[in-house]
T-cell receptor, first 112, second 118 residues
Framework: GENVEQHPSTLSVQEGDSAVIKCTYSDSASNYFPWYKQELGKGPQLIID?????GEKKDQRIAVTLNKTAKHFSLHITETQPEDSAVYFC???????????FGPGTRLSVLP | SQTIHQWPATLVQPVGSPLSLECTVE??????LYWYRQAAGRGLQLLFYSVGIGQISSEVPQNLSASRPQDRQFILSSKKLLLSDSGFYLC?????????????????FGPGTRLTVL
């Protein structure tokens, strides 16, 4: 089955710097990759996603890149702000699959 | 627009007591529904998913069970809680779509229920 690894497990950056979180997946058939942000005590919220037919997607300060050959995808946050501090989860889903496989999460701290 | 509700928001129960957590989705029809558990500081563990009324698939054997009595209602239950059942329980839904990306629509999570078993 699918396995998703996520690195780093914790990340601290200065406000205004960029943050990058990387995930690797094992099943080459996976074709959909969402990223979630979870604030303390709340449910995860979708922040960006990418399908396997594109290599990059951007939404304001957030971007996701996908390398299908290497089977990895990354979340890029530019001009980080303290409110970006949260746990970020990546996930992968196979075609026609009902379930997502989540990475273990990255705790991002943006220091003012 | 679609919304997902979970209740209660927090729950403190003694070991050996029963459990019932409820999740409802509004604004959509025939969604896939999911129950996850998240231990403190940990990732998301899929417990159950359902593709339709009365259809439940279990991912992890344990003393929990799930039911889907109505299209947009998903219930997580236990007859006797264990200390290890403590955690943050999340319900999620996923729309079903056709086309080339059938089955690849994302999941939307509810606000969660914090369960503490003492």
């Amino acid at each position: 089955g699918e396995n998703v690894e996520q690195h780093p497990s914790t990340l601290s950056v200065q406000e205004g710097d960029s943050a990058v979180i990387k995930c690797t997946y094992s099943d080459s058939a996976s074709n959909y990759f969402p990223w979630y942000k979870q604030e303390l005590g709340k449910g995860p919220q979708l922040i960006i996603d990418i399908r396997s037919n594109v290599g990059e997607k951007k939404d304001q300060r957030i971007a996701v890149t996908l390398n299908k050959t290497a089977k990895h995808f990354s979340l890029h946050i530019t001009e980080t702000q303290p409110e970006d501090s949260a746990v970020y989860f990546c996930a992968a889903r196979r075609p026609r699959g009902q379930n997502f496989v989540f990475g273990p999460g990255t705790r991002l701290s943006v220091l003012p | 627009s679609q919304t997902i509700h979970q209740w209660p928001a927090t729950l403190v129960q003694p070991v050996g007591s029963p459990l019932s957590l409820e999740c409802t989705v509004e604004g959509t029809s025939n969604p896939n529904l999911y129950w996850y558990r998240q231990a403190a500081g940990r990732g998301l563990q899929l417990l159950f998913y359902s593709v339709g009324i009365g259809q439940i698939s279990s991912e992890v054997p344990q003393n929990l069970s799930a039911s889907r009595p109505q299209d947009r209602q998903f219930i997580l239950s236990s007859k006797k809680l264990l200390l290890s059942d403590s955690g943050f329980y999340l319900c999620a839904w996923s729309p079903i779509s056709g086309g080339p990306f059938r089955g690849t629509d994302t999941q939307y999570f509810g606000p969660g229920t914090r369960l503490t078993v003492l």
